[in-house]
């Protein structure tokens, strides 16, 4: 079975300081991997996306992404963080086969001190 | 290109009284559609695998009967909650799978349900 995990559920960082979110997943075969911003009461906005290649994705809104298999990990980073990065962001993971729904991490919400 | 809309974006209803959310492929089509459950705070939970002309394949504890899908085309899928509890009360979103390539799925911007 399929699972993420995202170990923090709440970080703070000051504006301007970098950021790394932490997902750890596990999957049987090769994963698809993505990471989705969340802001409240909104749908989620789909930040990048790692299927194979470059293990380093870079994404939207100055986001990048590593994906270390031997760590079954892809954190989230972002060198300097703005104000309006503020949100709920989750990780998810899905196959490469068939009808397959994603599984989501529980999510960690973002906020951003002036 | 690859959007997918909700409709409506937020409804309230009372108790008793059953509600359909549309979900729409507008420029890709989609054999397959995907309804998750999210609670306040909490992440998304997949409720059903909505398949283009078969029935729809639920995860375990949800109930079939009271949360009727169907998938007529290619570009729609239709979640109707029906007899409508307070506990129903939840953000639902949807998302569908493009037709061919790599499992990429693209969201909708969510349904807010509100229960009386």
């Known amino acids: 079975a399929q699972s993420v995990t995202q170990p923090d559920i709440h970080i703070t960082v000051s504006e301007g300081a970098s950021l790394e979110l932490r997902c750890n997943y596990s999957?049987?075969?090769?994963?698809?991997l993505f990471w989705y911003v969340q802001s409240p009461g909104q749908g989620l906005q789909l930040l990048l996306k790692?299927?194979?290649?470059?293990?380093l994705v870079q994404g939207i809104k100055g986001f990048e992404a590593e994906f270390k298999r031997s760590q079954s990990s892809f954190n989230l980073r972002k060198p300097s963080v703005h104000w309006s990065d503020a949100a709920e962001y989750f990780c998810?993971?899905?196959?490469?086969?068939?009808?397959?729904?994603?599984?989501f991490g529980s999510g960690t919400r973002l906020q951003v001190q002036p | 290109g690859a959007v997918v809309s909700q409709h409506p974006s937020w409804v309230i209803c009372k108790s008793g009284t059953s509600v359909k959310i549309e979900c729409r492929s507008l420029?890709?089509?989609?054999?397959?559609m995907f309804w998750y459950r999210q609670f306040p705070k909490q992440s998304l939970m997949l409720m059903a695998t909505?398949?283009?002309?078969?029935?729809?394949?639920?995860e375990q504890g949800v109930e079939k009967d009271k949360f009727l899908i169907n998938h007529a085309s290619l570009t729609l899928s239709t979640l109707t909650v029906t007899s409508a509890h307070p506990e129903d009360s939840s953000f639902y979103i949807c998302?569908?799978?493009?037709?061919?390539?790599?499992?990429?799925?693209?969201f909708g911007p969510g349904t807010r349900l509100t229960v009386l």
């Open positions: 998302s569908a799978r493009v037709l061919a390539g790599k499992n990429e799925q693209f």
């Open positions: 999957y049987g075969a090769t994963p698809y």
């Open positions: 790692y299927f194979s290649g470059d293990t």
């Open positions: 998810a993971v899905g196959g490469d086969t068939g009808r397959r729904a994603l599984t």
């Open positions: 420029d890709f089509q989609a054999t397959t």
């Open positions: 909505s398949n283009e002309g078969s029935k729809a394949t639920y």
